[in-house]
């Protein structure tokens, strides 16, 4: 009796070993650091792609005042040239006042056309660094989404093992006597595995030689033997 009830106690001792493995999976799971690795990249893409596009806006509305601008300017250029060819001048010094401001006109002309240029470049190089970016944010999701259902069907793999395992544990443990469950669970708060098995002379647990006295009553199966070294239930 007492044999068959070591026996089903280092089942139990199995089973709980499988159980505290596979909450560590489920608890370690490479795949949730792999997402979280994933999706901490994908929001820092996001972020600068948001930035860019903001960046892209706030030029789109640097560029359309250089253009209002540049209408100003020609505006301007225009009514100088209508006032200097137009046969409104009395005088050489009006004339040189005019000079003077058609040649400054023209000069912020030029300036804010080079402006306007550097902005279109700058414009042209920005949608395509987002077009590139989306792109790679697309990618980036779809492998996420890949990974994240691989990880799911893993997880749910291991939970229907999990529940296997605990119930198989709960109906072993029903099977086996309170008092020796008792003393399994006092060796167990000093040894991960509280029952070992007696292996060509030594303890499974500690690796330690057995006496052959001790080897003689585990084999007799008259009462609880433990292992003089590390303090295990033998069977």
Known sequence: ML?????????????????????????????KKELLTLRKTIEQAEISYNQRC????????????????????DDE?????????GGEIKTMKELNKLQEKQNAV???TEENDDRALKLMEELEDLRKTLAAEKQEI???????????????????????ELERVNEEKKQLKNNISSELLDKYEKVK??????????????????????SVMVIREVNRHESLVYCESCGRILI
């Open 3 to 31: 044999a068959e009830q070591l026996q089903k106690l280092y089942n139990f001792q199995e089973l709980e070993r499988q159980s505290e493995k596979m909450e560590y999976d489920l608890k370690n799971h490479p795949g």
């Open 54 to 73: 903001e960046k892209m806006e706030a030029i789109k509305k640097e560029l359309a005042r250089a253009e209002l601008k540049s209408k100003e300017l």
């Open 77 to 85: 250029m225009k009514l100088l040239e209508k006032k200097i060819y």
């Open 106 to 108: 023209r000069k912020s």
């Open 138 to 160: 697309v990618i980036m999701k779809r492998e996420y989404n890949q990974k994240r259902l691989k990880t799911l069907e893993e997880i749910d793999k291991i939970n229907l």
């Open 189 to 210: 708060k000093q040894k991960k595995e509280p029952v070992a098995f007696i292996l060509n002379g030594k303890c499974s647990g500690c690796r330690m030689d057995v």
